[in-house]
């Protein structure tokens, strides 16, 4: 029995980095696919960042999810995929993906100008307007010691 413990006691660590590292990775490709996703609008839309309310100008959170997630005009303007004279995405079809660090898939939008400069894992993600910059917004480091803010 004694011996049982020991190997439990050996292998408990080892699962919980296992755990950690699965969810880094998972982490690293959901930043890629939204950022991917970024870009191809960008591509798109004549290098215009999501985010801005073609009607108003404002930027919104909800609006950069209606613009990866809906099909869009050259504008901006979103309907229901495969709507006439709206010819391009939707650039994510599964939604906004949840950040695997915090469960969290909200995001912060940072308006052009805006700054905020430490993640406090109050949304998932935070994406900057003016630069398309889209980030994991959770405290702590990667395996590696970077902060998984910087990934």
Do not use: K
């Amino acid at each position: 029995m004694a011996i049982l413990s020991v190997l439990v006691g050996m292998a408990l660590p080892a699962f919980g980095d296992t755990t950690d590292d699965a969810e880094e990775v998972a982490l690293q490709q959901q930043l890629q696919r939204v950022r991917t996703a970024i870009e191809f609008y960008a591509f798109q839309h004549d290098q215009e960042n999501p985010g801005e309310d073609p009607d108003t100008g404002t930027w919104s959170a909800d609006t950069l999810t209606s613009q990866l997630v809906l099909a869009s005009d050259i504008d901006g303007d979103t309907a229901a995929p495969g709507s006439w004279g709206y010819p391009y995405g939707p650039y994510l079809t599964d939604g906004i993906p949840e950040n695997p660090i915090n469960g969290l898939s909200t995001i912060l939008l940072v308006g052009p100008g805006g700054s905020f400069t430490s993640a406090n894992d109050s949304t998932g993600w935070v994406y900057w307007a003016d630069t398309g910059d889209f980030r994991a917004n959770c405290s702590g480091n990667s395996s590696d010691g970077d902060p998984l803010f910087e990934l």
